[in-house]
């Protein structure tokens, strides 16, 4: 390890961060690395990395990663036995034991995936066609089974026509590399997904400030002829903050600057909107936008990825998406699950009203509490802590009172909004939200997090 570690010479400025900024990581004279003060960002992300020999690189990680695991607050990488229940038998990193623990970490908001109804037409779509398509969608992967998935898609998102991918991940940067030509330019909300980020490699991209229509037009009006085509990227609900996109005011800048506008409807999916349909039908914008993009892993309870728009944008994607052109066809037991579920969905008999009632009742619980969770408005809480430390330790401590939710130190996002974040299902009984949110209150007072 030291040997590798020593044999690189430069100095290494890793940080730009308020805190630390002015601190080198010198590997020099380093032979192990404190994960107290590193990140993963450090080994993986940071951009002077560049500089950095694969060999070093991988030992300085690997370095950080043993720390981390030494320090038993390692808690990424979980191993479920059972799959996303509700309540979860998850093998202890330290112990090797099995836990039965509350979930509050998954994405499977309406707890589709252990639904009986569901699995029933997934073993009859096995015994038509089996397992895996066999080929890409192009050429002799293109189903039936897959049509009427997209159909059913479009039918939820009011568009015209919808193609599915393998994941929401390869839907969105197969869409918007698909689209972004050299002198196009793509536009953020800073707060996007990396799928939405990732599609935009090597093209010219811009950020605006969170769910601020002001700083997106003071970047339109910046940039008016600068590039051929615009194309605004927000979520419709954030994946770190669970809140909803100010999608009415948003259109209407866009559009009034000539901007198309792109919305991942990944956790708006099944949770907002009449009967979950999403933001575009909770703001009664059904075709105005542009370009919607989702996942069938989260409320949908299985894995794949859609895009929904007009018939002539899909039908461009076919031929221009790589991710989607130069890729197997999803899954086919998943497609199935895919179509049963948002079925279910439509007809409110998922349990959306259910999902309602536990959001309201955690939301309430918490910022009666004092406990800062920014603008959460739906199935996704961040308990906003600013500190990594603390919020590793009550990650921990969670962790050993069974309930499981997901530590989100920075670089994820800022150092100053580290946070633990608590996702709400459909299936929890009251007892069970108690249960967490007394822990919780507990926990976050030892912590000094609240009063
Ligand atoms: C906002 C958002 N978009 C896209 C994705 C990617 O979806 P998938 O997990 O299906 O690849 C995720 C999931 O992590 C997400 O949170």
Known sequence: MSKNLNSTRKRYHLFEDE??????FDMSTSGEVDANKYSLYNFTGDPKLEYAEWESRLDMMNSWFSDMKNSKRFLYERESIDGSKIISSVVDPETGEIRKMLNFA???YLNLTQDKRIWKNVNDIISQYGGGAGG???LSGSMRIIKELQDQISKMKGTESSIVYTSGYAANIGTISGLLGHKDVAIYDMYSHASLIDGSKGANKK???HNDAKSLESVLKNIQNKYINKLVVVDGVYSMDGDICNLPEILDVAHFY???VLVDEAHATGVIGKNGRGTVDYFNL???VDIITGTLSKSVGAVGGFVSASEKLINYLKYNSRS???STSPYLPAVAASLEALKLIEQNEA?????WRNIQYVKSRLLNAGFNIGNAETAIFPIIIGDDNKVKEMTYRLHQKNIFVNPVPYPAVPRKLTRVRLTVTAGFSKDQLDYTLDQIEEIGRDLNIIK
């Open 286 to 288: 059904e075709g105005k």
């Open 258 to 260: 000539g901007a198309w």
């Open 207 to 209: 950020f605006f400030a």
């Open 324 to 326: 989607y052109m130069f």
């Open 106 to 108: 998954s994405n499977d």
């Open 351 to 355: 349990g959306q009203d259910q999902l």
């Open 136 to 138: 890409a969608p192009l």
């Open 19 to 24: 805190q630390i900024d002015h601190m080198y």
